[in-house]
């Protein structure tokens, strides 16, 4: 496993919820926490979601050039095999 496949496995948790105590999943932002969502696939999504949000915005996120690279090159494989799983190619 690299290293920001362990840094995104870190982001994103599940924790039950306190009146049903159904499994909801999150995922944590340098700047908050994103969820809940019904499954881990969803709270990746929306990490990527947020991700291209801040690109678009020119915010780093005080990632390095190298860092960034990275992540995004994971982010974007994840994304596309929960998209190829579900057979959304939106």
Do not use: H
Not at 32 to 60: H, M, N, W
Not at 66 to 85: H, P, S, V, Y
């Amino acid at each position: 496993m690299s290293d920001i496949e362990r840094i995104i496995k870190d982001r994103i948790f599940a924790l039950p919820n306190p009146t049903s105590g159904a499994k909801e999943w999150f995922c944590m932002a340098r700047e908050r926490i994103l969820g809940p969502y019904d499954t881990r696939d969803l709270a990746t999504l929306a990490l990527s979601d947020f991700v291209k949000s801040c690109e678009q915005r020119g915010d780093s996120g005080g990632r390095s050039e190298e860092d960034e690279a990275e992540f995004r090159k994971w982010l974007n494989a994840e994304t596309d095999r929960i998209q190829g799983e579900s057979g959304d190619q939106s």
